[in-house]
Every structure is written in structure tokens, then in C-alpha cells.
């Protein structure tokens, strides 16, 4: 059964400051990993999704990077926002996505 | 930009009541699923949909459980009997590309069960 664990829990941090969530799996047999966003009480924004083949994906000031072999998946966030505070999910995709428990950031102005 | 929609967006029923929620997939998209998310848990995968039959469920989608896809458009999760421990955040979502797919989700119904 794929297992997917966040670290860490919580962040906090100052505004401008860099972001480092890690996930990681315990099935490198995945399709694609996909990173969401959920604000408090809300759905799920997908932010990226990295397929397999892929080592990095980018989109803005976010990058994801994957080491399907290590089972790990990193998410950078540059330059840190208030507007960034928000809950950062993983999720890995073997036909259905299996989640980690989320990383809950706080940026601080 | 096309979109999965839910509703309704929140539902109260009574303990033991049957509800259905409902969901409108992205129109192309051939690959469906139920997950929910109780509050302060992990989002948690029900069950998939391909060609009108259930590919994969999970241990949590048990007999109580059942979805449908009733026309061309609609995708529906019925909950035959609702107790307390269902209440929760139900996501629908879709796939265009094949099982592995990106899968993309709707707004989520949350379901009360007093």
C-alpha cells in the first residue's frame, strides 16, 4: 500500500524567505505526482504535476522537483508571499492519488 | 477553462438517511472518482469509474456506498445510510488521459450528518 509522508508539518516563516516542503512515497511506481494547494475549508488548487519521465517541473516562482527511484518529491517556493500561507499537498498517482497529510505554511509580514 | 462541478456545495441530512452527491466531470473526460477528506485527515481515495463499471475502490467504500453515472454528464456518489463518521469533504474528480492521468478536481460537497 503506497504511503505518502510530508515534512515537515508546519512552517513559518518571513516574508521573502525561500520554501522547502518535502513528500516522500514508498512505491516509485507512479504515473505522475501531483502538489495542491488547500486554503482553510476549501478544495484543492492543483499547483504542478511532474510525470514520471520528468526529474523537475516549474511554473512561476513554484518548483517541483521528483527522484522516483529515492521516492522523494521536493517543492520550492521562491520569494515567499503572505498570500502563500496555505496548506501544500502531495499526492502520487498509481491509477488513484494517494496524499500525504500536507504541509501547513505560514508566511509572516 | 472547463471545470468539474459539485453539488451542492454543503449538505446537512440525519443519521441514517440516504444522500446523493452530485458532480458534473469535465465533458471529454472518461476517468472519474469519489475521495473525501474528514477534517483534520488526509484527503482518501473512495473509489474509480471507467466505462460504467468501478475500476478500483477502497477499504472505505463499503456496501452503504454506490456511484453512477446516470447520463452523460452527471457522476453520482449515493450514500444509502449516513452515519456520523461520514461526515466529511467529498471530492469528485476527472481524467482525460488515460488511468494515469492528471486528475482534476471539484469544489467538494461537505456533507453534515447530525
Known amino acids: 500500500k503506497q504511503e505518502v509522508t510530508q515534512i515537515p508539518a508546519a512552517l513559518s516563516v518571513p516574508e521573502g524567505e525561500n520554501l522547502v516542503l518535502n513528500c516522500s512515497f514508498t512505491?516509485?511506481?507512479?504515473?505522475?505526482l501531483q502538489w495542491f494547494r488547500q486554503d482553510p475549508g476549501k478544495g484543492l488548487t492543483s499547483l504542478l504535476l511532474i510525470q514520471s519521465s520528468q526529474r523537475e517541473q516549474t511554473s512561476g516562482r513554484l518548483n517541483a522537483s521528483l527522484d522516483k527511484s529515492s521516492g522523494r518529491s521536493t517543492l520550492y517556493i521562491a520569494a515567499s508571499q503572505p498570500g502563500d500561507s496555505a496548506t501544500y499537498l502531495c499526492a502520487v498517482n498509481d491509477y488513484k492519488l494517494s496524499f500525504g497529510a500536507g504541509t501547513t505554511v505560514t508566511v509572516r509580514a | 477553462e472547463p471545470e468539474v462541478t459539485q453539488t451542492p456545495s454543503h449538505q446537512v441530512t440525519q443519521m441514517g438517511q440516504e444522500v446523493i452527491l452530485r458532480c458534473v466531470p469535465i465533458?471529454?473526460?472518461?476517468?472519474f472518482y469519489w475521495y473525501r477528506q474528514i477534517l483534520g485527515q488526509k484527503v482518501e481515495f473512495l473509489v474509480s469509474?471507467?466505462?460504467?463499471?468501478?475500476?478500483?475502490k477502497s477499504e472505505i467504500f463499503d456496501d452503504q456506498f454506490s456511484v453512477e453515472r446516470p447520463d452523460g454528464s452527471n457522476f453520482t456518489l449515493k450514500i444509502r445510510s449516513t452515519k456520523l463518521e461520514d461526515s466529511a469533504m467529498y471530492f469528485c474528480?476527472?481524467?482525460?488521459?488515460?488511468?494515469?492521468?492528471?486528475?482534476?478536481f471539484g469544489p467538494g460537497t461537505r456533507l453534515t450528518v447530525t
Open positions: 465533458s471529454n473526460h472518461l476517468y
Open positions: 474528480a476527472s481524467n482525460g488521459n488515460g488511468q494515469g492521468g492528471e486528475q482534476y
Open positions: 512505491d516509485s511506481a507512479i504515473y505522475n
Open positions: 469509474f471507467y466505462n460504467n463499471e468501478i475500476s478500483e
